[in-house]
């Protein structure tokens, strides 16, 4: 079997450990509604989700590890993915949130700086952030 073929199929695999990670957080609060299915499915597709692997995460049995991605952009843009799951329905709650840290310190930080991030990436998102955290954010 070539090295290529090794490659994508780790690849794959790590998008559909991700994409059973973003299935759980949207499956948190017991239901995944209308607005959260249109993102999985959205990310399906980005991810390269065939129709049985998308069948198979969503059975609540599935237990799929966190792939730690070595770059911090990557790690980073993980979790972009996941807020914009979780806010999906323009909203997040405690649940998510607790799902969010613990999912970041998979990725690799540690538990205080996830909070962080977590907190940053919340008022981000939500628009409570500070006029002077918004002008940083526009001139980087």
Do not use: C, W
């Not at 949207?26 to 129709?51: H, P, W």
């Not at 914009?84 to 998979?106: F, N, S």
């Amino acid at each position: 079997m070539p090295i290529l073929d090794l490659y994508e199929h780790g690849e794959q695999r790590r998008n559909l450990a991700h994409f059973a990670t973003l299935a759980s957080l949207a499956a948190i609060d017991g239901e995944i509604n209308a607005q959260e299915k249109a993102v999985l499915d959205k990310f399906a597709f980005r991810l390269n989700i065939t129709e049985a692997e998308y069948k198979e995460v969503m059975k609540k049995e599935n237990r799929y590890p966190i792939e730690t991605p070595h770059s911090s952009e990557r790690r980073l843009t993980r979790l972009f993915d996941f807020f914009g799951m979780a806010l999906a329905d323009q909203k997040i709650d405690e649940a998510q949130k607790e799902l969010i840290v613990k999912y970041a310190v998979g990725l690799g930080y540690s538990p205080e700086k996830a909070e962080a991030l977590v907190d940053k990436s919340v008022a981000i998102f939500t628009g409570k952030i500070s006029f002077e955290d918004y002008m940083f954010l526009m001139e980087k």
